[in-house]
Nanobody, 118 residues
Framework: QVQLVESGGGLVQAGGSLRLSCTASVRAFNIYTMGWFRQAPGKEREWVAA????????SFADSVKGRFTISRDNVKNTVILQMNNLKPEDTAVYYC???????????WGRGAQVTVSS
């Protein structure tokens, strides 16, 4: 069973940066693909970024490519989402999740609020 806790987030002006952290309580964290998702008010949850078990294997949604980075520490069981050049449309609750493949994600935490003012 995967348990994830997000932290970080907050309020920032457009163009600013924020850092989200996700800590996992799970055995063999290193074998999981870790992902970040977000859900804006009135919208469906969307995938933002993912990091495979190999730390260099990352992918991003087109909407954040070039502005967000994802990194992980397989010793500390954490995954970080660094968000730069934030835009008002990035405002959402951000969640991390874990996957062992097959398209299924688990361990949803309570999320972290990110608000970007114009």
């Amino acid at each position: 069973q995967v348990q994830l806790v997000e932290s970080g987030g907050g309020l920032v002006q457009a163009g600013g940066s924020l850092r989200l952290s996700c800590t996992a309580s799970v055995r063999a964290f290193n074998i999981y693909t870790m992902g970040w998702f977000r859900q804006a008010p009135g919208k469906e949850r969307e995938w933002v970024a993912a990091s495979g078990w190999r730390t260099f294997n990352t992918s991003f949604a087109d909407s954040v490519k070039g502005r967000f980075t994802i990194s992980r520490d397989n010793v500390k069981n954490t995954v970080i989402l660094q968000m730069n050049n934030l835009k008002p449309e990035d405002t959402a609750v951000y969640y991390c999740a874990a996957s062992l493949g097959g398209g299924g994600w688990a361990g949803w935490g309570r999320g972290a609020q990110v608000t970007v003012s114009s």
